[in-house]
């Protein structure tokens, strides 16, 4: 679950409805329902309509994965102890690991993004202050990291400035040779950007395909640079704020 849920934080996923029973043992996305991807970084991204209190918001989904295992567990202790207390104990010695592992995956994930392949101390804070910098900036998750490959955007403006500046000039000293081809192996150039999707479903819906076949042609190779890319590349024009997903999309 750990793994699914870093790599959904990875590329700015966001379930929308991660009830228990739409988790499952084998560590696979089920029930994409009212899923959605986020535009401008902000852990407080929801999309469910039926989400009133932001409770599957994007920040949120590494306690809710924890609480859903904490459900799981207690399904199953009869099967880990007959001694119920005993079995109570290792579920939940098992359970609060859970916060440590995650972070500890969730920075290697956060690493590999920025390139950093030594470890050095400062590492996490230079992670966090720039997750900082694209909320308050309200930066776009995707474009921030293929505008620090040097891929082409089309919004590279919103980029320079001042308190961006002075952390990319600190990110870069801690560059290697190999750090490019390790972005590029964790950043996706593409993702299926929500108005995008809603472009070729009401194309469709006219029985015109070629939308939804030019951006499923893209997704599928969501880290290569295609000649067709640039124009999945941008965020809409204007964030819709009230912009809401279904289950049953």
């Known amino acids: 679950q750990i793994e699914l849920v870093v790599n959904w934080m990875r590329v700015g996923f966001i379930h929308g409805v991660m009830n228990t029973d739409n988790m ?27 989400d009133h209190s932001g409770r599957y918001a994007f920040g949120n989904q590494p306690a809710i994965t924890k609480w859903n295992l904490a459900r799981f567990a207690e399904c199953l202790l009869s099967l880990i102890n007959p001694n119920k207390d005993e079995a109570i104990k290792i579920a939940t010695d098992l359970i609060d690991k859970f916060d440590k592992k995650y972070e500890e995956k969730w920075l290697s994930m956060m690493k590999n993004k920025l390139g950093l392949i030594s470890n050095n101390r400062d590492d996490k804070m230079l992670v966090f202050e720039l997750l900082e910098i694209m909320r308050k900036q309200e930066l776009d998750y995707t474009n921030t990291f293929c505008f620090l490959m040097d891929q082409e955007i089309n919004d590279k403006k919103n980029y320079q400035n001042e308190k961006f500046n002075n952390w990319k000039a600190r990110w870069k000293k801690r560059l290697t040779k190999d750090s490019i081809n390790l972005m590029r192996c964790n950043n996706p150039i593409i993702i299926p950007r ?24 893209a997704l599928k190779k969501p880290y290569t640079n295609q000649d067709f890319s640039t124009k999945y ?16 999309t």
């Open 24 to 50: 499952t043992i084998s560590g696979e996305t089920i029930d994409y329902g009212p899923c959605a991807f986020m535009d401008n970084y902000n852990p407080d991204t929801c999309f469910s309509s039926i």
């Open 233 to 248: 590349h941008s965020p809409p024009a204007k964030i819709d704020k009230e912009y809401q997903t279904f289950c049953g």
């Open 194 to 217: 929500n108005h995008n999707v809603e472009n070729a479903l009401k194309s469709a819906e006219n029985d015109d395909l070629i939308p939804f076949n030019d951006l499923l042609k």
